[in-house]
């Protein structure tokens, strides 16, 4: 599973990313994670504001930070 952490490394990117490694840790699934912060690539995603999360190259939230039962559920 590739999960891509889109921010510019802010305070809620990366909260969303400590959120994300938590559920991913509690499902015991196998992940890489990619922080992207080039604004070039971040905007090649249909998002409209950071952070946002993209699990294999599919966009799950952009532009709050999920709950981790949200987390969860998208991850299983």
């Known amino acids: 599973m590739l999960i891509k952490i889109l921010g510019s490394g802010c305070a809620k990117c990366?909260?969303?990313e400590q959120l994300t490694r938590e559920a991913v840790g509690e499902l015991g699934i196998d992940a890489t994670f990619?922080?992207?912060?080039?604004?070039d690539?971040?905007?090649?995603?249909p998002i409209m504001r950071?952070?946002?999360?993209?699990?294999d190259e599919k966009v799950k939230v952009s532009g709050r930070i999920p709950s981790k039962e949200e987390l969860l559920v998208w991850l299983k």
């Open 14 to 16: 990366n909260r969303l």
């Open 41 to 45: 690539k971040i905007m090649a995603y």
């Open 34 to 39: 990619e922080h992207v912060k080039e604004m």
């Open 50 to 55: 950071t952070p946002a999360l993209v699990v």
